[in-house]
């Protein structure tokens, strides 16, 4: 965020002070805030030129030049959110005002939206890791690493980026050494709390731990798993559908490697030269209202299928999000040397 000094002005500031602040602030913008904070205008370059031509003094209050319907969004904006309303505006700036429309941060030309978010996000990490073993052998496989990082390192960094604080790790397997080597979070930024399982409690039986803490949507992903997904988009998206849980989908496709017969009977009626099949799966990445963890009993096991098919039975919505961004589920040797290829690309 640019120095506020730079950022925004009052409605008195003469329009000689504000072109000031555009030349020393850099965003082509200045925005304005009245006395309590609340953001009441913008004020650009070309609003100061349409406002002399039309005969205003360079000593006049920038109010009297400012746009009055400044482009803002809320803090809970995607980087969707933000890119459409700049195009639409033809800007290159946009404000993110609190619910009392004041103004809390700045999205510039080439940054993307990470406004903090009060949003809890648990990473499921106490699984065994068999398929990859032996590497799991000693290590949890969170702690496996991605060239020289732990793949939990690029998760925790990556939801960061998008504005995430609060982080709720569940731990069993070889949890200590996840514990020990995250601490508190304040390394990472980030404030981490654990959910420690007694024994083995499923993808979703440790959540029980946090029916009494949790107040608001709350995201749950897996701890395996390398990702763009945008987190805050799949967030709009579920509250838009108002569902109680929303499943991050991911298209899976495969080529049956032969001709394929479809027959009546004993009777050929068409052939398919290796046809190609698509399903929509789950990627280990959800989205839940409060109201999913009334489901659970604590110390219970319990998996995310049977949490989602008990919703459903209870009569509440299920959506899917398709997720199109990079996605790698790391549970296998040839996955994670996928996953390594693809860390180290995105490093160059």
Request: hydrophobic share 40%.
């Amino acid at each position: 965020m640019t120095d506020r000094q730079f950022l925004s002005t009052a409605p008195g500031t003469t329009i000689r002070d504000a072109l000031l602040q555009l030349d020393r602030g850099g965003l082509q913008v200045v925005f304005v805030e009245d006395e309590d904070g609340v953001l009441v205008g913008a004020v650009s370059d070309g609003d100061i030129r349409r406002g002399l031509i039309a005969g205003s003094s360079i000593e006049d209050p920038v109010a009297s030049v400012m746009n009055r319907t400044p482009a803002a969004v809320e803090p809970s904006a995607s980087q969707e959110d933000v890119d459409a309303l700049k195009r639409s505006r033809g800007i290159r700036v946009v404000a993110v005002v609190d619910s009392a429309g004041r103004m809390v941060d700045v999205v510039g030309e080439r940054d993307r939206i990470s406004t903090v978010l009060d949003t809890p996000v648990v990473l499921m990490a106490g699984g065994r890791g068999q398929r990859l073993y032996p590497i799991t052998k000693d290590i949890p496989k969170p702690l496996v690493p991605l060239g020289d990082v732990p793949m939990i390192d690029i998760i925790l960094s990556r939801l960061r980026e998008q504005g995430f604080r609060r982080i709720h790790v569940s731990v069993n397997h070889l949890g200590h050494l996840i514990e020990e080597h995250l601490k508190d979070g304040d390394a990472h930024g980030l404030e981490i709390t654990y959910l420690h399982e007694p024994a083995p409690l499923g993808t979703a039986g440790a959540l029980a731990q946090l029916t009494s803490e949790i107040d608001q949507p709350f995201v749950v992903m897996n701890s395996d798993l390398l990702t763009q997904v945008d987190l805050r988009r799949m967030l709009a998206f579920h509250r838009a559908a108002g569902a109680a849980a929303t499943i991050g989908a991911r298209e899976y496709g495969f080529e049956i490697p032969f001709g394929v017969i479809r027959r009546d009977g004993d009777a050929v009626v068409a052939l398919a030269e290796k046809p190609y099949h698509s399903e929509l799966v789950s990627a280990g990445i959800y989205v839940l209202e409060p109201v999913a963890l009334k489901t659970l009993v604590a110390d219970e096991y319990c998996d995310m299928p049977t949490l989602l098919a008990r919703l459903m039975e209870d009569g509440k919505k299920v959506g899917a999000f398709e997720i199109h961004e990079e996605w790698i589920d790391v549970g296998r040797p040839d996955d994670l040397e996928r996953a390594r290829q693809a860390w180290e690309r995105s490093r160059r």
